[in-house]
């Protein structure tokens, strides 16, 4: 039973309302998330363009809140130079974008950042074993990358289990994020699976004709559901 499991909370800023950006990050500091998630799409490696480092850094100098990259980018080793790390910052790759994927890592992290590696849905754990005491986070796709408002894929919660119990097993510190349709349905699942850090997007979110602030506090409650549940099942 792990009683003082914190989730946190990832906030998805393609998502926001941009023409209302300054605003809605106000409200995410005032809800007091743990992270901005940055989705950086380069059109190749998933079919869409989304954030460049100058809107990045934009947002970065206009906000206390540390980031969380995650880069849908073929061959990423060739951008990290462009990110400069500040306390707690999380840059993820993927698993299926990286031809020297231990090689990245080591750089990511002598970069100064928490590293992160993302698993797409067709991806199996297995593939990071040899390298997992090296990652600082490992984020489970839980929709296949280039868009939001995409349903979950279900076999992924599976792995996040797996993932979990293979932690659980060798005592290894590595936190499990999920990416993709965190909503009030799915909260409570994913959090019983053993996530510790959840994107929240269009789906939990930024959501159409609801304030940022309330849908936080949803969130909140519906990750606690989760927790109460993980408790009374031992998990
Ligand atoms: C998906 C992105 C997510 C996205 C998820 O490719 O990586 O960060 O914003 O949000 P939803 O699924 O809730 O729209
Ligand atoms: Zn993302």
């Avoid at 754990?125 to 984020?139: F, L, P, Q």
Wanted: glycine residues 8%.
């Amino acid at each position: 039973m792990i009683l003082d499991r914190k989730v946190k909370i990832s906030a998805s800023i393609m998502c926001a309302d941009w023409m209302n950006l300054g605003k809605d990050i106000r409200i995410l500091e005032q809800a007091n998330v743990d992270y901005i998630h940055y989705d950086i799409m380069d059109g190749f490696f998933c079919p869409d363009y989304c954030l460049g480092t100058n809107i990045i850094n934009v947002i970065r100098q206009n906000t206390t809140i540390p980031s969380d990259y995650h880069l849908m980018v073929e061959e990423p080793s060739r951008i990290l130079d462009n990110f400069v790390p500040k306390e707690g910052d999380i840059l993820s790759i993927h698993y299926e974008a990286c031809r020297n994927l231990h090689r990245d890592i080591i750089k990511i992290k002598r970069m100064g950042f928490k590293v992160g590696v993302y698993l797409n849905p067709a991806t199996p754990a297995s593939v990071i074993e040899y390298i997992i005491e090296e990652i600082d986070v490992v984020s489970v796709m839980t929709v296949n990358p280039g868009y939001s408002g995409q349903k979950l894929v279900p076999q992924t919660l599976d792995k996040v289990v797996m993932l979990n119990d293979w932690r659980r097993r060798e005592k290894f510190n590595f936190e499990i994020s999920i990416d993709g349709n965190v909503n009030s349905a799915n909260v409570p699942n994913m959090v019983r699976a053993g996530a510790d850090i959840l994107v929240g997007g269009s789906s939990g979110l930024f959501i159409k004709g609801q304030s940022p602030m309330e849908s936080i506090s949803k969130l909140r409650g519906y990750i606690k559901d989760g927790l109460n549940n993980a408790n009374k099942t031992g998990n």
